[in-house]
């Protein structure tokens, strides 16, 4: 009997500590933190084939068509600002101006307010996240998705989640019918397209999976640092 109720009383106690972390912090809020630093999560990554590269001499031949990729460690002082509303609301103005986000120890995932509607080559890259929406298709091969973000920290300090990915891959079984015409009888056409671009999520590790032999894909992750003043 003595064994349930120290069980009990030390739930209680457990309760009441996160309830007291909980109030203390809703009493921060709102809170405005500042944009004061870039670093380096990862040195730049390359995969082709499913396989991750690590030649540095195939690494770098591949980025020299890709400019300013790679990003350093800096600071610097900065105006661009992350602001926590409410317990579950947010904004980074001139990126993302309304968020709802959960909070779980000193992980905060955020999603977008905004519905974005994107192509089918634009769900390629949106897999490239970590973090996910829903995905719901809606007309024309075209997809419902909202905008995940990820950091790590508190209201008070914070570090956010980013990477750039460069990507050129090799499109295949495009017959004349590609530019218009309905020749059926001609040989498929092949081309290659390049992609580039930042996004606020950590890297989808089985997104490798997806990369073809005839693809190749960079990526760099690295964390955006935010702090009070």
């Known amino acids: ?13 457990i309760l009441a500590c996160k309830k007291a972390d909980i109030e203390q912090e809703s009493n921060q809020l709102p809170s405005t933190l500042y944009l004061f630093s870039i670093s380096q999560k990862s040195k730049i990554r390359l995969f082709s084939n499913k396989k991750e590269i690590t030649d540095q001499k195939v690494i770098d031949h591949f980025l020299k068509d890709f400019k300013d990729f790679e990003i350093r460690d800096t600071s610097f002082a900065s105006d661009e600002n992350l602001v926590f ?43 490239m996240a970590k973090y996910q929406s829903e995905i719901e298709p809606v007309w024309d091969s075209k997809y419902r998705v909202y905008n995940m973000l990820v950091g790590y920290g508190n209201y008070s300090e914070f570090k956010l989640s980013v990477f750039n990915y ?64």
Do not use: C
Not at 89 to 100: C, G, T, V
Not at 169 to 177: C, E, G
């Open 85 to 127: 509303l409410t317990a579950d609301s947010a904004s980074i103005p001139n990126q993302f101006e309304s968020l709802k986000f959960i909070k779980t120890g000193d992980q905060i995932l955020f999603k977008s307010n905004n519905i974005h509607i994107i192509t089918a080559d634009q769900l390629t890259n949106y897999k």
């Open 166 to 229: 460069s990507v050129t891959m090799w499109h295949k079984n495009f017959s004349n019918d590609y530019f218009g015409f309905n020749d059926t009888t001609s040989n498929d056409y092949t081309y290659k397209s390049k992609a580039s671009g930042k996004v606020f999520n950590e890297f989808n590790e089985s997104y490798i999976n997806s990369v073809a032999e005839s693809d190749t894909l960079a990526i760099q992750e690295y964390f955006y640092s935010f702090k009070k003043r």
């Open 1 to 13: 009997m003595m064994k349930y109720l120290y069980v009990f009383l030390l739930a209680t106690i």
